[in-house]
């Protein structure tokens, strides 16, 4: 007795389209190693000096940041309205805005 279900067959649930090749996964699983390994090395070796350091660990922090929404969340690849692309621009703008708000209390506090 076969059922035959025409929804979800080959359609990942609903979500159709192109979600990556075996390529463009590893391209993306290799860059995430090597994002991960450069602020590791720099600080356990001391390459850089401390400002230095913390830039680096910024600057792959973004790119490790960007590799993974490209490469795995197929940030790239949505149709139509770019929802998930406004609603991550939104949740990053809370958080920089909570980080930020929370140093400037701790630098404006007497009581620190």
């Known amino acids: 007795m076969a059922h035959n279900n025409a929804v979800g067959h080959g359609s990942h649930g609903g979500h159709a389209g192109h979600h990556g090749s075996l390529k463009e996964y590893v391209l993306g699983f290799a860059l995430s190693i090597i994002l991960t390994i450069i602020p590791i090395l720099s600080v356990l070796n001391g390459w850089f000096g401390r400002t230095a350091t913390i830039l680096v660990l910024l600057a792959t922090a973004v790119l490790q940041f960007a590799v993974q929404l490209l490469f795995f969340m197929h940030l ?9 692309l406004v609603t991550l621009i939104l949740g990053l703008i809370i958080v920089v805005v909570v980080i930020y708000g929370s140093i400037w209390i701790l630098e404006n506090n007497p009581m620190y």
């Open 76 to 84: 790239r690849e949505e149709n139509g309205p770019r929802y998930n």
